[in-house]
């Protein structure tokens, strides 16, 4: 099993260039996340998608789309990107039932916006 | 919003004890967490506590829950430098649906 994926590891944008940042996991779960890690902030929800077929948006949303394009699949897309979106991105997919949401993390996308 | 707190670096000995602590303000947390990440990688579980335990053990890792005072601590018995990593707190509870909110982390150094 390879867990969470997250394509690509790196990338480098121009401001107001678009790309879309890819995860999928192959342990079957329901939950997945978009969060982004940045120095002393900890993480932050941008998007999450309790199931197949919804998507609702976290603290940061701003900026940012999503598709949740199968139970395997979650993309983040940023339209017109900002140095302000100069993060690390990490994809996550939730496991467990009621309250309970061990989360799985896949490597992170270390994306710098000039 | 509810909130997690934790202090972001702390610097031990090897073979010394690790504490690392954190508060949260929700008062429904029925769930609360510890991750570890290590440089270049996601997070991963380390451990984490039902709200109605106070206490839980798990080889050198010792957790403790005050329910009252809304505090968590993970305390690492026998310090190793392969413990150096960015440990964060979290916690999930019935208002966060599927929701985890997570802490800053904390950045623990290990000294040889």
């Not at chain 1, 940045?38 to 999450?48: E, F």
């Not at chain 2, 954190?22 to 380390?46: F, H, I, M, R, V």
């Not at chain 2, 890792?61 to 990593?85: E, M, Y």
């Amino acid at each position: 099993n390879a867990g969470v994926t997250q394509t690509p590891k790196f990338q480098v944008l121009k401001t107001g260039q678009s790309m879309t940042l890819q995860c999928a996991q192959d342990m079957n779960h329901n939950s997945m996340y978009w969060y982004r890690q940045d120095p002393g902030m900890g993480l932050r929800l941008i998007y999450y998608s309790a199931s197949e077929g919804t998507t609702d948006k976290g603290e940061v949303p701003n900026g940012y789309n999503v598709s949740r394009l199968n139970k395997r699949e979650f993309s983040l897309r940023l339209e017109s990107a900002a140095p302000s979106q100069t993060s690390v991105y990490f994809c996550a997919s939730g496991r467990g039932a009621g309250q309970y949401n061990e989360q799985f993390f896949g490597p992170g996308t270390r994306l710098t916006v000039l | 919003g509810e909130d997690v707190e934790q202090s972001l670096f702390l610097s031990v000995r090897e073979g010394d004890s690790s504490v690392i602590n954190c508060t949260y303000t929700d008062s429904s947390s029925t769930y609360l967490y510890w991750y570890k990440q290590e440089p270049g990688a996601g997070l991963q579980l380390l451990t984490y506590i039902f709200s109605n335990m106070d206490m839980k053990q798990d080889q050198r890792l010792t957790v403790l829950l005050n329910k009252k005072d809304k505090h968590l601590s993970l305390r690492i018995a026998d310090t190793q430098t392969g413990d150096s990593a960015i440990y964060f707190c979290a916690e999930s509870s019935n208002t966060g649906g599927f929701k985890t909110i997570f802490g800053a982390g904390t950045r623990l150094f290990v000294k040889a």
